[in-house]
């Protein structure tokens, strides 16, 4: 018998990862190397100095941009071996998304917008899912409100209920807390802790902020396109201290 916990799956991980922007003497190597898997059921903060290449990580095992050399898997897939079309459906049917900006349509309701995903896909979804998910973030009073009636907070609870509502491999967060306030933003990163704890979910979130990253299971830590440390049961003060070591007396 083969017993598989969740703990020991990878949802996705990148393999000797660089990549280069632009060429010649202007060249920027956003990612110089780098090997990191983030296991499924967990939640995962990859933090940085400003251009350590945190969201080029990201985007690149998210395959929302291609490695110049190296390889990302979202679990066993190899995203390089994929054609575009592939790509595109492999990104839309295990990935989720939440961006800094809430990126909504304006003119569907909260509702719609949650299931928006699933509605291009033409699948029906999951209702008993989607309905949970609609606690999960609670949004239940709003489901008939455009993005307009509602806060910034609110709207990036929508935003996380579309990104789970296929029921994805993994959610990648890129700063989702960015444009908000902190009240909003502890919501929100509450609401992504609850989706892993409570609802078997993988995310893996790019942060800044060292309170946002004291949300994830473990952080990883980037400098200079590298892979420099990972911390275990981050704390915001563990965090801040091992953020202080990469500042460069100038
Ligand atoms: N599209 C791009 N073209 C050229 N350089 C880029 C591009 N995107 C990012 N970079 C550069 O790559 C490095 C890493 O950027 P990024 O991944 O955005 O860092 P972070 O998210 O940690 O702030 C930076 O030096 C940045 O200026
Ligand atoms: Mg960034």
Known sequence: MTVVTTASRTAARVQDAVKVYGSGDTAVRALDGVSVGFPAGRFTAIMGPSGSGKSTLMHCAAGLDTLTSGAAYIGDTDLGALDDRRLTLLRRDRIGFVFQAFNLVPTLTVAENITLPLDLAGSRGDAEWIDALVDVVGLRDRLHHRPAELSGGQQQRVAVARAFAG???????????????????????????????????????????????AHADEVVFLADGRLVDRMESPTADKVLDRLKAFEVPS
């Open 167 to 213: 029921r994805p491999d993994v959610v990648f967060a890129d700063e989702p807390t960015g444009n908000l306030d902190s009240r909003s933003g502890e919501e929100v990163l509450g609401l992504l802790g609850r989706a892993v704890r409570q609802m078997e979910r993988t995310v893996v979130m790019v942060t800044h902020d060292p309170v946002a990253a």
